[in-house]
């Protein structure tokens, strides 16, 4: 499959990946740090969210481990956001 962009701004920091160090005891806080970096920069993450919306989308990574990974922590940010959305347009 070839890969049709690769949007690095949405990527964790520097910092946050080294302080994480692909440690599970600290994946809730990495999250959360992650989640705060994410708020901080939408133009990024709405361009993953409008192509969620028309079609697939796939997330990489390069760890090792499959469940606390920041692929993992973006697709569940973004099906909160996208979840939000569609509740806020249904009220």
Do not use: C
């Not at 962009?5 to 994480?20: E, H, M, T, V």
């Not at 993953?48 to 796939?58: E, L, M, P, S």
């Amino acid at each position: 499959m070839p890969i049709e962009g690769w949007l690095k701004d949405i990527a964790p920091s520097d910092a946050l990946r080294r302080w994480f160090g692909h440690d599970p005891k600290k994946w809730p806080e990495f999250r959360r740090r992650y989640f705060a970096e994410l708020n901080s920069h939408p133009e990024g993450w709405e361009r993953v969210r409008t192509a969620a919306r028309q079609g697939r989308v796939t997330l990489g990574y390069s760890a090792h481990d499959t469940e606390h990974n920041n692929a993992v922590a973006l697709k569940e940010y973004l099906e909160a956001h996208m979840s939000q959305r569609k509740r806020r347009n249904h009220v």
